[in-house]
């Protein structure tokens, strides 16, 4: 993607933020637990308005000429009007750094400006070990050379407050050399809301709230409890749905929680692997994908995925996704009656629904290459 491109994008998002504080989720990666926890709570640690949070909405107003988060911090400290005006951000960048009582901060926050007006002085080492400095401090971002530009200027990729911890989960039929993390933002965005792939990419976003959500209903269903007026993956729940649900965790059900996350994960990894590996971005291939993967992974837990998206609308990408695998099951197996009756899926065995996971990711994948 292009720098100019991606500053615009950089800035659009930022200008879509609203002032939410989000809860921290307190786990580290490297912990017994693979996925982030639940317990959630408001901490002065995340809020934009400490230490951290003033020293991103700085570096923010530096590189991107953003006033966005300073005015939040500090109302209408920098007017509108200001923007454009030459040398305002850094002006306002120098002044805060002069109020900064942390040594560590006001060094780090000394090298960045040295980073921004001498950008050719700067070694590639140098901007890595930025970025893994500022980490430490819930600031992650990213360094890119604008070579389009006097003075070869060193721009943001992205710049996030948060956490990330690195998916450790492998794809179940995608290579994978990269490393993926999941960003947990401690401040709203608005791209980085619902669960999805992002456009950042090394980074995917697990929506821990929805992982919740399903987990719920997939212990409530296991104890036959009424689910009826409750959303799994964003569709009511169905008879096919609690069926598969049933028979999936009957076998894995020791931790619940810890396999929806699994599942989470290898959806918005495929979306991101194939973005990256194939630069390819169709909604609904990318749907087929990943919905294959997740059949493959899991296969009843992915069927209850697959009987969700039956019930979103007839334009849906994912519900176009599950009635082109229904046509081709039809035509592999020979049954033409499991398009009509989708339900019929729920009665083959894991092998069966493996290996047409397979075989339809396999001709899918095969296009894009």
């Known amino acids: 993607m292009p720098d100019k491109i991606k500053k615009a994008i950089l800035l659009i998002v930022m200008f879509c933020f609203s002032n939410q504080s989000m809860a921290e989720v307190s786990r580290p990666s490297q912990d017994s637990y693979p996925y982030p926890d639940k317990n959630y709570y408001l901490s002065e640690s995340v809020n934009i308005r400490n230490v951290n949070g003033k020293f991103y909405a700085y570096i923010v107003l530096l590189f991107s000429e953003n006033p966005h988060f300073v005015n939040i911090i500090e109302k209408d400290s920098i007017p509108l009007k200001l923007i454009g005006n030459e040398g305002f951000h850094v002006n306002a960048y120098k002044k805060y750094t002069r109020t900064v009582s942390s040594t560590h901060i006001r060094s780090l926050a000394a090298g960045l400006l040295a980073v921004y007006l001498e950008p050719t002085k700067v070694t590639e080492e140098e901007l890595r070990d930025y970025e893994n ?31 990330r911890s690195e998916i450790t989960i492998k794809h179940p039929l995608m290579q994978q050399k990269e490393r993926i993390y999941n960003i947990q933002p401690y401040i709203y965005y608005d791209e980085i809301s619902t669960s999805n792939s992002t456009f950042y990419y090394d980074m995917i976003y697990i929506n821990m709230e929805e992982v919740m959500n399903d987990t719920v209903i997939a212990r409530k269903v296991m104890n036959n409890e009424n689910v009826g007026q409750m959303f799994f993956v964003g569709s009511r729940v169905t008879e096919d749905i609690k069926y598969s649900l049933k ?54 837990l992915g069927l209850s995925v697959l009987y969700a998206y039956l019930n979103y609308n007839s334009i849906n990408p994912h519900r176009i996704a599950v009635l082109r695998f229904l046509k081709f099951t039809s035509e592999k197996t020979g049954r033409k009656d499991i398009y009509d009756n989708p339900g019929l899926l729920k009665h083959m065995t894991e092998t069966e629904l493996r290996q047409l996971a397979l075989d339809y990711f396999n001709l899918i994948i095969s296009k894009l290459k």
């Open 247 to 300: 028979r999936y965790f009957s076998t894995y059900g020791n931790d619940i929680r810890k396999h929806i996350w699994e599942m989470f994960v290898v959806h918005e990894l495929t979306h991101k692997l194939v973005n990256n590996q194939y630069n390819y971005f169709d909604q609904v291939n990318g749907e087929e994908l990943s919905l294959m993967s997740t059949i493959y992974d899991k296969p009843y």
């Open 133 to 163: 400095k500022l980490e430490s401090y819930n600031i992650i971002l990213r360094f890119s050379r604008d070579r389009n530009v006097r003075m070869n200027k060193i721009v943001l990729d992205y710049c996030i407050y948060g956490k």
